[in-house]
Structure formats: C-alpha cells, structure tokens
C-alpha cells in the first residue's frame, strides 16, 4: 500500500513537472509580447487604426492570434495588457477565446493530424471564430465592464491607463520592460502552478476509463471530450496529435469539441485567468465556452460524419 | 523576490537540459524553445538580481545584507515566499518516468496509436525488424495481432514490467508510455512477453527484452507475443517516453 502511495506521489511530481516545464517557455514568450505592447504600443494610435465599428473590430481581434502563435498560456498576459491597453473586458474575452487556434501553429498541427479529414482543420477555426466573437458579443452587453475583472486587476489598470494618460514615467525603458516583465511573469507562473497542482492531482486520483466510460453517444462522447479536455490541460498547439489516438473510438464531432473546448478552458487556464476575471465572469466563460462548443460537436457530426 | 523566483526557475529547467533530463517530463521537439526561453530568463533575472544586491550596497553598504535589514513578517506576509520555496523545492524533487500505476489508469488508452496507411506500408517493407522500435512494433501489432507474417521475426525492444491485470502467470507488456506535448498525455504502448518473470523481475522495473515473435495464446485468443532469449535488467533511460 505504502508502495503505491509513493509512486502516486511521484507520479503526481512528474506530472505536476510536466506541466510546469512545458509552459514556462510558452508564458515568457507571452509576457515579451506583453512587455513590448506595453513600452511601444500607443493605444491611441492603435485605436485609431482598427475599424469603428465595434463587431469588425472584435472579429478583426478574433484573428489577431495569427501573429502570435502560442498556446492558451501564453495569452493570458497579452490579454491583460489588452485591458491595460484600453480594449473593453469583453474585446480581451474574444482575443483570449480565439488566439489559440486561431494561430498558424495550431492550425498546421491539426492539418497535419488530421491529413485525412482537412475539414476538421477548417471547422476547428472556424468554430473557435464563432464562438469567441459569440462570447465576446454577449459580454458586450455588461454595461460596466469593469465588473468583470477582480478588484485588484482592476485597480492595477485605472492606475496603468492613468500613468499612461497624465503621467511621464521617469523610469527608463530598460528598468521599465523589467519591472512589467519580473511581475507578470510572476503572477501567471504563480497561477500555473496551481492549476498545474490540481491538473496533476485529478490525473494521479481520476482514472481515465471513468471519463471515457460515458461515451455511450455523440452527445456523451462529446461530453467525456470535453472533461477530458478539461483536465489534461494540452496545449493548444499540438493537441491534435493527442486528439487523433481517439479518432477510433469516438466521432469526429466529439473530438472536435475537445480540439475547440481545450484551448479556451482548462485547469490550468482557469487558475491563471483567475488574478484577472472574478470567478461570477469565469463561471459564464466555461458554461458559454462549453455549451458552444458541444453545438459545434453536433453540427459537425451531423454534416460530416 | 520576483527575480530570483525566475533565476531559480530558469536554473532548474537549464539543469534539466543539460543532464538530458528534458525528455522526462516533455516531447523532445520542445527542448530548443526551452533552452532559448530557460537561457533568457536566467540571464535577465541573473542581472536583475545583480543590478539590485549593487543597488543596495551602493545605499547602504555592507549593512543591507545584514539578517536586521530584512523585515521578515514582511517576507512571510508576501505570498511569493509560496513561489520562492517551490523554486528550492523542484531542485530536490525525484526525477522519476511516469510509473506502472499511471499505465494502468490509462489502460483504455493502451496500444492507442494511430497511423497512415502508407507509414504502416512503409514499415511492412522494412526487414530489418531487430531495429524496430517499441513504437513500431506496437503499430504493426494493433494492424494485426495474429500476422503470421511476422512470426519469427527477431526482436530487441527496452522498456518498463506492465502486467495488465491478467490471471496468466507468465505474461507481462514491456511498455513505454507515448508522449505528445508532455508526460500529462502520456498513454501506454507495450507487446505482450510470455515468460516467468515474477520471481526475477518486479512490476515497473525497466528491462531489455530479446527474443523471437511467436502466436500464443492470451485471453483465449492468438496473438503475438515475444518469446524471449534475454531479459536483462536496466537503467531508466534519460529519455523514457516514445515520441
């Protein structure tokens, strides 16, 4: 008994590792783009540029993620920085929902996988589109947007748009780019451990044939993807690798709700997301993010299956 | 505090990169984004780190490294001393391949390996099977257990003792577990082996395995399974997963 007790927990190490390994590259690339954004990003000139109009400006945001392809780690602090920036609550929602597949990476690997059904490739983009710009819209309509962040992020940007607009930062770029650089590293590092905590654990403790065992139909197929997804916490750039080992027992629907779902909603994700969203804001995210995406399933296995 | 967290993080995976110790925990096609990410990270932190000890003297002498200078309840209220202790903590973590115990809770995943038609003709041309890999053999099996074909081809394969819970005395799988991204989508690969290995072998123990392929029959059906001339007893490899 003890036996086992100690490869469970060396087990949950090796995985808890794993996780945070194979992120940390992936949060440092993303806090770069962060740092730039900040130092040589002028909002009003950026603002200037992008359409007036606030739905082509959120779709035209949607696919901003083919300049940046990493995973779902990785955006999260381009996705604070948007906030930062000026862009509404809801505009960084559809950035964050979109940019991991919506990224030439993400997009390669799943053609690639999938070399046999290009459909799934296509559909995986165009699915994350819809339901990222479908999100982002229904969270236009909070009137104070500001509610939807927690009240620490929130006081972090009024006192970053305020510097920005009235005050010159005497620091010099060099000692700025560090500090922004060390603290947003910190802060998603610190989250990612976490979610990589409980991702770990719930690997160590839940067997795999439990979320599997209620694939009896699409829409139960559909439903063990989705948790599968959930947990295992993939990243989005080569889980269609991952994806494809269960092209022969589950649909292609199924799998296609694994391949949108995962890249918008993991344990580790949630955890990070968790310093910059309330958890009222998170809760709509998953319950929207999930519901969308076991439609997505369905109508792909109804047109292609 | 923030800056050395990202030293000792940054040290940890560069330590990892340079015993080769990288593929225990991720896919190999990972290691040169690491190694740019892990060197750049260590070099800002290690000069932050330094710009900030000179600062410090430069205010205040040798007095600023004195214990008195340090508010502790400040450090201790600060929640990066969660982080600081886990960037110690991972030095003196176990190093250790995914165990037995993870190939049994993804059993239904085991041998769950796909491929193209023409990978698959591609491997039915080669002849030199002794140079298959695990993976390649675990291919080839699942196209067709009972390929008469392949009876008496040789074999050389290393990998980890999986018994699958089954009553027969003298089976086990050598076993690898096949890795995508990272050891959390591991999933396990293994070719049955008959022979006496419970007095000799423990379950999870890495083993070299020679031999010859021969149709026996597991769980009342024919498959194909080693007979083997040599187990021999090994290392855990650096890199221990299938990529």
């Known amino acids: ?305 | 505090m923030n800056n050395i967290i990202i030293l000792l993080l940054s040290s940890y995976i560069l330590m990892l990169i340079s015993t080769g110790r990288l593929g225990m925990f991720i896919h190999t096609r990972f290691t040169w984004l690491s190694i740019i990410s892990a060197s750049a990270l260590f070099l800002f932190s290690f000069v932050s780190v330094a710009q900030s000890l000179v600062a410090m003297y430069e205010k205040k002498g040798w007095k600023a490294f004195s214990i008195k200078s340090f508010s502790v309840q400040k450090w201790v209220k600060n929640t990066d001393m969660v982080m600081l202790g886990l960037g110690i903590i991972i030095f003196l973590l176990p190093i250790r391949p995914l165990s037995v115990g993870i190939a049994q809770q993804r059993q239904s995943d085991f041998n769950n390996v796909q491929t193209t038609t023409e990978d698959l003709a591609s491997l039915y041309k080669r002849t030199n099977t002794a140079e298959f890999t695990l993976k390649e053999w675990a291919i080839l099996l699942n196209d067709n257990p009972a390929n008469e074909e392949l009876v008496g081809r040789k074999i050389s394969v290393s990998g980890f003792i999986f018994n699958d819970g089954s009553q027969k005395q003298d089976l086990f799988y050598i076993s690898r577990f096949r890795v995508v991204c990272c050891v959390v989508d591991a999933s396990p690969l293994g070719i049955p082996v008959e022979a006496q290995w419970r007095d000799r072998f423990s379950e999870n123990g890495w083993v070299l395995v020679k031999g010859t392929l021969q149709l026996i029959e597991i769980h009342g059906v024919n498959r194909l399974a080693i007979i083997p001339e040599e187990i021999q007893e090994i290392d855990v490899p650096n890199n221990p997963y299938i990529y």
């Open chain 1, 1 to 305: 008994m003890s036996n086992q007790l100690l490869a469970k927990a060396t087990d949950f190490i090796t995985l808890f590792l794993g996780l945070l390994v194979e992120a940390i590259p992936f949060i440092f690339i993303g806090v770069v783009v962060s740092v730039a954004i900040a130092l040589f990003v002028n909002s009003e000139k950026v603002f200037a540029l992008l359409p007036k109009n606030t739905y082509v400006r959120r779709f035209f945001l949607s696919i901003m993620g083919m300049f940046m392809p990493v995973c779902e780690c990785g955006n999260v602090p381009v996705v604070r920085r948007l906030v930062m920036k000026g862009f509404s609550v809801s505009e960084a929602i559809t950035f964050m929902l979109a940019a991991p597949v919506v990224n030439p990476v993400t997009f390669w690997t799943t053609w690639e996988a999938f070399s046999g059904s290009h459909e799934m490739a296509w559909a995986r983009l165009i699915a994350a589109v819809v339901i990222a710009n479908g999100v982002g819209i229904i969270f236009s309509f909070v009137t104070k947007q500001e509610t939807l962040l927690t009240k620490k992020f929130y006081a972090q940007v009024c006192e970053i748009r305020y510097n920005d607009h009235y005050y010159h930062n005497p620091q010099s770029k060099w000692e700025e780019a560090k500090s922004i650089f060390s603290s947003e590293f910190i802060q998603n590092t610190k989250m990612l451990a976490l979610g990589a905590i409980i991702a770990a654990a719930f690997q160590v403790i839940v067997p795999r044939e439990w979320v599997l065992a209620i694939s009896g139909n699409i829409l139960l197929s559909i439903v063990a993807m989705t948790i599968l997804a959930f947990v295992i916490s993939i990243c989005s750039n080569v889980d269609a690798f991952f994806a494809l080992s269960y092209a022969s027992s589950f649909p292609l629907g199924a799998l296609l709700s694994f391949l949108v779902f995962g890249p918008m909603i993991d344990i580790k994700l949630l955890m990070m997301l968790k310093n910059t969203f309330t958890i009222k804001t998170l809760g709509l995210i998953v319950v929207l993010v999930a519901l969308s995406s076991t439609v997505a399933g369905l109508t792909f296995h109804i047109l292609w299956q």
